[in-house]
């Protein structure tokens, strides 16, 4: 164990997070606890006495990016931080982790960092730490309550795990089971940030619309029940979830995108593939048909409700046949935005051993033709929302003198020059121009927030 650091002035420590929302949300929640255990936030890795690499490790590129980064962490003069790893790479690889990289200090898993303080004091002590429980006590009820720093939006996780085994994919060894936190912790946490000044909250899940949970009634509800009860809160005035799973796309929480008013017209719907035959050899569990049957029953409440998806080119077995179903499904869904990836072999998941894996080659070909329509897709959303009255939420300074970047219900980032305003305001605007990625306004009336 070697630091730079000065004993009498107070820690530092840096977080970086990988991959998945979840991730970000795990990161800021490691932040808070450190920063309640006296800890200083430091805008550096290298400078910092302590840095929490939080690593995803959905595919292989992700996973191996953490050991580049450790390696970065070394100083000049040969000292480095007290380093962590934490997130699924931490989970999945574990003691492997200390064999690669001997530098590491903390090993600890998704579902065991409310014990990052005592693993850090562990390793301080001269023994390196590695905590990959599950436990059943919730590491939630161990953190301390959220701090939102002035931030107009912020993620809430509702729900962890996830019990579809897709068969390419690792979460399901990494995250465990699918579990819902209790609707009166998640009502709290809402609370708190609501308070802090949080505008809208995204609740997040790996399965998000598997949220099952008791009201305070008693009565048994699900995500749809979750979202009208928050709802509720003043203060509050937009919800958002993700990331959705076609088989729990419940009737009940589709209805709730035509009547509850601070639900966003945004659906995340991974879909992966568009051919029967792959989807099944995923182990999806849905067809091509019952998922577009789902978009057009929540355009009949929603109609501009914005579609985006999660893709995957290049899944063992898959012919030139089977990918021109994916571009149909596409070409049928009309996409607002999404994210689409080469299969990436992951061991210990069922795919990896599957015959037939695809030709890198002809991956990166798939990929760029279906990345293709796609963004033709995307450009068109964002062009039709030219010329619609909208509101958006400011949530970050833009780089020009009174510039803000705010969010459309659409989840589009907004341009607007507009310097008599804060971030947290929600303006009525008319959107004046569309790019590829994001829209510019200009302001129409200033409501107080
Ligand atoms: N290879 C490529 N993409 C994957 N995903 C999950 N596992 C893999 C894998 N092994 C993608 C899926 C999922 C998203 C989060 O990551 O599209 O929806
Ligand atoms: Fe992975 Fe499938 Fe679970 Fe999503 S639903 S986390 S892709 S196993």
């Not at 992966?272 to 048909?289: F, V, W, Y």
């Not at 909208?390 to 310097?419: C, M, Y």
């Amino acid at each position: 164990m070697s630091s730079d650091s000065n004993p009498s002035a107070a820690k530092t420590f840096h977080v970086k997070s990988f991959g998945c929302q979840m991730n970000v949300y795990d990161g800021e929640r490691m932040s808070e606890m450190l920063g309640a255990q006296g800890y200083v936030p430091a805008e550096d890795g290298v400078d910092a006495d302590l840095v929490v690499l939080n690593t995803c490790h959905i595919r292989e590129k992700a996973a191996e990016k953490v050991y580049s980064d450790i390696g970065r962490l070394r100083r000049a003069n040969g000292s480095k931080p007290v380093i962590a790893v934490a997130g699924c790479v931490a989970q999945a690889e574990g003691a492997e982790i200390a064999r690669r990289a001997p530098s590491v200090d903390v090993v600890v898993g998704p579902q065991a960092y409310h014990r990052l303080p005592e693993l850090i004091a562990q390793a301080q002590g001269g023994k390196r730490a590695i905590d990959l429980d599950m436990p059943l006590e919730s590491k939630f009820g161990a953190l301390p309550k959220r701090s939102a720093n002035q931030r107009a939006t912020a993620f809430l996780t509702v729900q962890e795990g996830c019990d579809k085994f897709c068969t390419y994919c690792v979460v399901p060894y990494t995250r465990g089971a699918e579990i819902s936190r209790p609707f009166a912790d998640l009502i709290a946490e809402a609370r708190s940030l609501i308070e802090a000044g949080v505008r809208e909250i995204t609740l997040l899940g790996q399965n998000v619309n598997a949220w099952t949970g008791e009201d305070d009634k008693g009565r048994d509800i699900g995500l749809d029940g979750l979202i009208r009860a928050l709802a509720k809160e003043d203060g509050l005035a937009r919800l958002r979830y993700m990331t959705s799973h076609p088989n729990d796309m419940t009737d009940g929480l589709i209805a709730a995108h035509g009547d509850v008013e601070k639900l966003m017209p945004f659906l995340h719907l991974p879909v992966q593939a568009g051919s029967d035959r792959i989807l099944a050899a995923m182990n999806r569990s849905h067809t091509a048909r019952s998922y577009l049957d789902i978009i057009e029953k929540m355009r009949a409440v929603r109609p501009d409700v914005a579609v985006s998806g999660d893709f995957i080119v290049g899944f063992p077995g898959e012919t030139e046949d089977d990918f021109q179903a994916t571009l149909d499904i596409v070409r049928d869904t009309n996409f607002a935005m999404a994210y689409s990836f080469k299969y990436s072999k992951r061991a210990g998941t069922p795919a990896a051993t599957m015959d037939d894996q695809i030709d890198d080659a002809v991956m990166n070909d798939r990929l760029q033709r279906l990345q293709s329509l796609l963004n033709e897709q995307q450009q068109a959303f964002n062009a039709a929302t030219v010329g619609l009255p909208t509101n958006i939420l400011l949530e970050r300074k833009g780089k020009l003198d009174g510039q803000f970047i705010g969010k459309s219900p659409w989840l589009q980032s907004v341009h607007l020059i507009a310097p008599e305003l804060s971030i947290g305001d929600m303006v009525d605007v008319d959107i004046i121009s569309a790019g590829p990625n994001s829209l510019g306004a200009t302001l129409r009336q200033y409501q107080e927030a």
